[in-house]
């Protein structure tokens, strides 16, 4: 079956070549024979093996009728969006890494194809190479998901994992990362937690099968960790990660992403460098735990390729799995408005009784900190106001990961 793919970028590329290293091994497996006939991108290519194939324009891909599925590796919102409603439109399935795309606008492009009787797929838009999306939607089909607790960002945690090996400052590992090709000239996305708030929102919608809008899942990035923030973790056998949590409690949606101190014996907490892991609460299975590579060509062009080989089975069969979800939307509660304990970093020793709130010191000078009891934001809030008036300020706080939180 002729394919097309749209953007010769790392994942394009790593798309390509798991297609073609693998061939014979996707055919012989009951596979459709996968031919890559146009790549479309802005740049020439000399010397690449696939040179003869690179077009620039989209509409020599639309126009050709024996190109029956197409992926999108482009990134951005315009004209990835335009593009691939004109492909569905045109009765060809559509594959996509583009995870802005798909947070943004992921159930319009999921009903253009139902419409149409062609298939849309991104599993590689969440956990890079991780097949989480398929797991969600078919090895949980029987489970009622109750919770999603992830790492979904490598640049992130590869930044953290640095800090922590190292005992580098945020600034200085960000520029390390930024000179090894991890992180990106403008790293805001990931360091602010768009990203893995754009990826969870993913996941959730298909999770709970309802819909959930990115941009209202409560973020706080790693942008002020500090070497004595990790030091605190180290000393009490914590690592700090940037958890993307989401959680249904009756029909209430509690979501958000920020910086987490993990016990060590955590599942996640050994989730280092560029790795993403995930798990998945099922109400009769308990939790599953996925760990792979986040982000990168192979990884990610292997999900990019499953998605192709699947949409081009069906097409052979002349089928589509993709169904209208008409989800409704639910806005997402702070997931902070759930009890739970905190690590606070102050200043200077908190001197006065506070046992109704603070259960323990964890550092005393030159590092100060705390663990606190469980609070609610309300709470936690209270806290750094009584303190301020005591001369005592909160220069830090994590979540200290708590096994059940509480209403
Ligand atoms: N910037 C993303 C990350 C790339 O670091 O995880 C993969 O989605």
Same mark, same amino acid.
């Given at each position: ?16 070549n798991?297609l073609n ?12 024979v996968?031919?890559?006939k ?7 290519f000399?010397?690449?093996?696939y040179e ?7 509409e020599?891909?639309l126009?050709?009728p024996?190109i ?5 590796t ?5 004209p990835a969006?335009e593009?691939i409603s004109?492909l569905?439109a045109?009765?060809?399935s559509v594959v996509?890494?583009?995870?802005d795309?798909?947070? %943004? ?6 009903e $253009? &194809?139902?419409?149409?009787?062609v298939?849309?797929y991104?599993? !590689?838009s @969440?956990?890079g190479?991780?097949p989480?999306?398929r797991?969600i939607?078919e090895?949980?089909i029987?489970?009622?998901i109750?919770e999603i607790?992830?790492i979904l960002?490598?640049?992130t945690n590869y930044?953290?994992t640095?800090?922590?090996?190292e005992?580098a400052s ?11 090709g ?11 937690a768009m ?9 959730s ?7 959930v809008?990115?941009?209202?899942v409560?973020?706080r990035?790693?942008?002020?960790i500090?070497k004595?923030?990790i030091?605190i973790?180290? %000393? ?6 940037? $958890? &993307?949590r ?6 209430r949606l509690? !979501?958000? @992403?920020e910086p987490?101190?993990l ?11 560029v790795?993403?892991?995930?798990t998945?609460?099922?109400?009769m299975?308990?939790d599953?735990?996925?760990y792979?590579?986040?982000?990168g ?29 008409h ?5 997402p509660?702070?997931y902070?408005?759930?009890g739970?304990?905190y690590m606070?970093?102050t200043n200077k020793?908190?001197?006065l ?5 603070i259960?323990?010191m964890v550092?005393e000078g ?7 009891k469980q609070?609610k934001?309300?709470?936690l809030r209270?806290l750094?106001?009584?303190l ?10 994590f979540v200290?990961e708590?096994?059940d939180?509480?209403?």
């Amino acid at each position: 079956m002729d394919i097309a793919i749209m953007g010769y970028g790392t994942v394009g590329s790593g798309t390509v070549n798991v297609l073609n290293r693998n061939r014979e091994l996707i055919a012989s497996d009951g596979g459709e024979v996968i031919r890559v006939k146009s790549i479309l991108d802005l740049r020439e290519f000399p010397g690449d093996p696939y040179e003869d194939r690179i077009v620039h324009d989209f509409e020599s891909i639309l126009n050709d009728p024996t190109i029956q599925v197409v992926a999108e590796t482009m990134g951005g919102i315009h004209p990835a969006f335009e593009y691939i409603s004109q492909l569905l439109a045109a009765g060809k399935s559509v594959v996509t890494s583009n995870k802005d795309l798909v947070a %943004a606008h992921g159930e319009e492009l999921v009903e $253009i &194809a139902a419409e149409n009787g062609v298939d849309f797929y991104y599993e !590689a838009s @969440v956990g890079g190479g991780i097949p989480v999306i398929r797991m969600i939607n078919e090895c949980m089909i029987q489970e009622k998901i109750t919770e999603i607790t992830a790492i979904l960002n490598g640049t992130t945690n590869y930044i953290l994992t640095e800090m922590e090996d190292e005992g580098a400052s945020f600034e200085e590992t960000l520029e390390d990362a930024q000179e090894l090709g991890y992180a990106e000239r403008n790293p805001e996305s990931d360091v602010e937690a768009m990203d893995p708030a754009r990826k969870l929102a993913i996941l959730s919608t298909h999770a709970y099968c309802l819909y959930v809008d990115w941009e209202k899942v409560e973020r706080r990035g790693i942008t002020n960790i500090t070497k004595e923030d990790i030091e605190i973790a180290k %000393a009490m056998d914590y690592h700090i990660k940037l $958890i &993307a949590r989401s959680r249904m409690i009756g029909p209430r949606l509690f !979501a958000g @992403v920020e910086p987490i101190m993990l016990h060590e014996d955590h599942p996640l907490a050994r989730v280092e460098g560029v790795y993403n892991g995930i798990t998945v609460k099922g109400n009769m299975l308990d939790d599953i735990t996925i760990y792979g590579k986040g982000a990168g060509a192979y990884p990610t062009g292997s999900a990019v390729a499953a998605d192709i080989i699947c949409a081009a089975l069906n097409k052979a069969q002349g089928i589509s799995k993709t169904t209208s979800h008409h989800y409704h939307e639910v806005k997402p509660e702070s997931y902070s408005s759930l009890g739970q304990e905190y690590m606070i970093r102050t200043n200077k020793e908190v001197s006065l009784p506070m046992e109704d709130i603070i259960s323990g010191m964890v550092l005393e000078g030159p590092i100060y900190a705390y663990f606190t009891k469980q609070l609610k934001t309300q709470e936690l809030r209270d806290l750094f106001r009584r303190l301020e008036r005591r001369g005592v300020q909160v220069l830090n706080y994590f979540v200290v990961e708590a096994e059940d939180p509480v209403d």
